[in-house]
T-cell receptor, first 114, second 110 residues
Framework: DADVTQTPRNRITKTGKRIMLECSQT?????MYWYRQDPGLGLRLIYY???????NKGEISDGYSVSRQAQAKFSLSLESAIPNQTALYFC?????????????FGSGTRLTVV | QKEVEQNSGPLSVPEGAIASLNCTYS??????FFWYRQYSGKSPELIMF????GDKEDGRFTAQLNKASQYVSLLIRDSQPSDSATYLC??????????FGIGTKLQVIP
């Protein structure tokens, strides 16, 4: 099984619908992140969490919300989806310390809003 | 706005050559620097992490950091077609809020 699992892998939804993207991890990492990736814009941080009680906005949090249900689970919601939220979404985890402080990414969710 | 700049490429090199990928960053207080490899349609994968000035080598990969010039690079020796991917430079400006560059697409020509 993958260390960081994202569901669904692909999703097409209509404008105005609420949608949730889920992420779970078996790495035991405290820190979890949601990024979106757009061609020509790279990866941009939406929200991040350093533990269950710690939630922080990233650079592009408008239109999104998150929930950290447990150390291993971090969900991203689009309250009312709009077409410019069409993107590839990645969940990532890290230890935050030492030589292993780089991110481990999930496989991504390709979201299309029509 | 903290920025991380990369040439989007594509950078084309012949098989067996050295590929040199470059990245500059704007936040002089940045502490940690990362290189990720991303194959088309896949998620990024960490390949190098560096935080001290100088060179760090891991197999065919060498990361170079020059904090005075705010410059970090990745060298890939003996490039192989399997190295063809997009390479993302990432910079941690503190509190592990990492900023990514747009990535450089590398093409290794057999």
């Amino acid at each position: 099984d993958a260390d960081v699992t994202q569901t669904p892998r692909n999703r097409i939804t209509k404008t105005g619908k609420r949608i949730m993207l889920e992420c779970s991890q078996t790495k035991g990492h405290d820190r979890m992140y949601w990024y979106r990736q757009d061609p020509g814009l790279g990866l941009r941080l939406i929200y991040y969490s350093f533990d269950v009680k710690d939630i922080n906005k990233g650079e592009i949090s408008d239109g999104y919300s998150v929930s950290r249900q447990a150390q291993a689970k971090f969900s991203l919601s689009l309250e009312s989806a709009i077409p410019n939220q069409t993107a590839l979404y990645f969940c990532a985890t890290s230890t935050g310390t030492g030589d292993s402080q780089g991110y481990t990414f999930g496989s991504g969710t390709r979201l299309t809003v029509v | 706005q903290k920025e991380v700049e990369q040439n989007s490429g594509p950078l084309s090199v012949p098989e067996g050559a050295i590929a040199s990928l470059n990245c500059t960053y704007s936040d002089r207080g940045s502490q940690s620097f990362f290189w990720y490899r991303q194959y088309s349609g896949k998620s990024p994968e960490l390949i190098m992490f560096i935080y001290s000035n100088g060179d760090k080598e891991d197999g065919r990969f060498t990361a170079q950091l020059n904090k005075a010039s705010q410059y970090v690079s990745l060298l890939i020796r003996d490039s192989q077609p399997s190295d063809s991917a997009t390479y993302l430079c990432a910079v941690d400006g503190g509190y592990q809020k990492v900023t990514f560059g747009i990535g450089t697409k590398l093409q290794v020509i057999p």
